[in-house]
């Protein structure tokens, strides 16, 4: 092939290549000619690694705008402010919130809006901000990241609190446990005879329970009898005591005239009877002192104080 073709071909491509890029140029900035868009910030605390200026907006998948500005916030760093430029006309309502999302496994991030229901009313701006707000979501990414670092801290609590519990007292506290349980299991299995008899017996007392319940309603039924036979005794006791009261009441009539009339007769017969039988006690006992009483007498009383025998 002769050189100088060679070079006209690649001057050839060149041009054409460079005619390629130009018009690609002139046609991304022809599709954005004649737009409107409205500012808003976005303020978020999950790390935007995968976003880059110019980045794209989707609004439930569909491209509305771009990031105009990434930068820490500067009234409190720990807030990450983005400032998106978001095509006019787009519904920015009071229930739309963005979210930070990946593309696949290219690891490249955008914001995705969502919400925006027909009758939510639209988002106001904030007094003393020159952009309006959009609340902000986690992401997929950042919840499951969050979840997976409380998980993490729950395993070392737990593995700490393990470690624990696998110290040397507590293995041979273990270890003493098992072995008493070791015991008291080879205890109850030499009584298991013992215990199927207890078994036996409780199962025979359930038994004669369930017929003694069976047997209640008639006992019942006697004890009621019984009551009412008890009632009528206590009725005709009733009865005798009221003709007892009525028959003491006229002894008692009776009896006072005794007590007015025989008991002082012979309540003085009585004391008459004890006198007589005082004084024949004394003369029995003088006569054994001095049989000659009989034939003499008695002697006179000796002279009191002052008298001459």
């Given at each position: 092939m002769n050189p100088r073709t060679s070079y006209v071909l690649v001057g050839l491509f060149v041009l054409g290549l460079g005619t390629a890029a130009i018009g690609a140029i002139l046609w991304l900035g022809s599709s954005g000619a004649g737009r409107h868009y409205n500012t808003y910030v976005v303020r978020t605390t999950e790390s935007v690694a995968g976003l880059s200026r110019d980045g794209v907006v989707k609004y439930r998948g569909v491209d509305v705008g771009r990031i105009r500005d990434i930068r820490l916030d500067p009234d409190n760093p720990e807030w990450v402010r983005l400032t998106l430029e978001i095509e006019e006309g787009t519904p920015i309502k009071t229930d739309t919130v963005a979210t930070l999302q990946v593309r696949g496994l290219t690891g490249l991030a955008y914001v995705n809006l969502t919400g925006g229901s027909r009758d939510a009313a639209p988002l106001p701006a904030r007094d003393q901000e020159p952009y309006t707000e959009i609340p902000s979501r986690p992401s997929v990414w950042g919840r499951l990241d969050r979840n997976i670092g409380s998980l993490l801290d729950n395993l070392v609590d737990a593995s700490s609190k393990l470690r624990d519990w696998l110290s040397e007292d507590n293995r041979q506290l273990l270890i003493r446990t098992l072995a008493h349980l070791e015991k008291v299991v080879g205890a109850v299995a030499s009584r298991?005879?013992?215990?199927?008899?207890?078994?036996?017996?409780?199962?025979?007392?359930?038994?004669?329970?369930?017929?003694?319940?069976?047997?209640?309603?008639?006992?019942?039924?006697?004890?009621?009898?019984?009551?009412?036979?008890?009632?009528?005794?206590?009725?005709?006791?009733?009865?005798?005591?009221?003709?007892?009261?009525?028959?003491?009441?006229?002894?008692n009539r009776d009896l006072a005239r005794f007590s007015t009339t025989t008991l002082p007769e012979a309540s003085a017969m009585v004391s008459e009877l004890r006198e007589a039988a005082t004084n024949l006690r004394r003369l029995s006992e003088r006569l054994q002192r001095n049989p000659a009483v009989l034939l003499r007498g008695s002697p006179p009383p000796p002279p009191g104080p002052g008298e001459m025998r």
């Open positions: 298991t005879d013992r215990i199927q008899s207890a078994v036996d017996a409780a199962a025979t007392t359930l038994d004669n329970t369930r017929r003694a319940s069976e047997e209640l309603p008639a006992l019942f039924t006697q004890l009621n009898a019984s009551a009412r036979s008890l009632e009528r005794m206590a009725d005709e006791l009733a009865r005798t005591g009221s003709s007892l009261r009525k028959a003491v009441e006229a002894r």
